[in-house]
């Protein structure tokens, strides 16, 4: 069984200390990057979206999630230009971002323990200095910790050698268990071995997900339409260009419903 690893948080005021460790680790520890009142009013916003628009929602016996919530509630795009989390990922990339996913999710109870999922959401970037496709960040909405479910990581060199196989690459990199306040987030390389440690637990779990991208790479998904009032109407030149990557999923709607031509 790989080792259990302790929560190491570089300084969240240190932006070099963060670069540091995510070189180290292909992750690092965000605390209380959302405040109270915030967690409090995205978690409003998604109990109302889940009423009002439940057809929005894929849902299974355990788990609900939605990857279009900026459609309805546009109060979640706050924790995609997080004024902490931007020139984290920018530096790390080293060049401009963009937005890429954002999945919003509700874990339910579970009556038994199950296996982690352990898996990557996307291959390496191997012509990157840091292997970097694709960052990654995770919000919490509940607390999470040793009795509830929560994410799971295995560690590794930024550009280090890769280890295909999984078995292999959490032998050497060994567990992190994800634990923090509503509020926390993790930031980690898609690419790196991840998954939901699941718990015999009477409690929930909420996430936010958000991915991002280079501009000029494929896109990641195909499942978050891009909403015109983030790459058409917004002020900011900037903003737009943010914003601006189209999915095929975006292309092939917004071209139907009359709203850009993508010449498809």
């Known amino acids: 069984m790989p080792r259990i690893l302790e929560q190491i948080v570089p300084d969240p005021n240190n932006?070099?200390?963060?670069?540091?460790?995510?070189?180290?680790?292909?992750?690092?520890?965000?605390?209380?990057l959302l405040t109270p009142d915030q967690v409090a009013e995205l978690n409003a916003a998604m109990d109302r979206d889940r009423k009002v628009n439940q057809f929005m929602w894929y849902s299974t016996t355990s788990r609900d999630y939605n990857c279009n919530l900026l459609l309805t509630e546009p109060?979640?795009?706050?924790?995609?230009?997080?004024?902490?989390?931007?020139?984290?990922?920018?530096?790390?990339?080293?060049?401009?971002?963009?937005?890429?996913?954002?999945?919003v999710r509700h874990r339910s109870a579970e009556v038994q323990m199950r296996d982690t999922?352990?898996?990557?959401?996307r291959d390496y970037w191997r012509d990157h200095p840091l292997h970097l496709d694709y960052p990654q960040v995770i919000y919490y909405l509940t607390d999470v910790d040793e009795s509830t479910h929560c994410f799971s990581l295995s560690p590794e060199p930024a550009d280090g050698e890769i280890i295909n196989d999984k078995s292999a690459h959490l032998e050497r990199g060994g567990i992190l268990n994800f634990y923090g306040k509503a509020g926390s987030a993790i930031l980690f390389n898609a690419a790196t071995v991840h998954g939901v440690t699941l718990r015999q637990t009477n409690k929930v779990r909420r996430t936010i997900q958000v991915y991002y991208g280079h501009p000029d790479r494929p896109s990641l998904s195909e499942v978050t339409l891009m909403p015109p009032y983030l790459w058409r109407d917004h002020p900011d030149p900037e903003i737009r260009r943010f914003y601006g990557k189209f999915n095929r999923f975006s292309k092939v709607m917004l071209q139907s419903l009359g709203v850009a031509d993508f010449g498809l």
């Open 117 to 121: 999922d352990w898996h990557r959401d």
């Open 15 to 32: 932006l070099k200390a963060q670069v540091e460790f995510f070189k180290a680790n292909s992750y690092v520890v965000l605390p209380d």
């Open 75 to 103: 109060i979640f795009e706050q924790t995609i230009r997080h004024p902490r989390i931007i020139p984290l990922i920018e530096t790390l990339m080293g060049g401009p971002i963009c937005f890429e996913e954002l999945a």
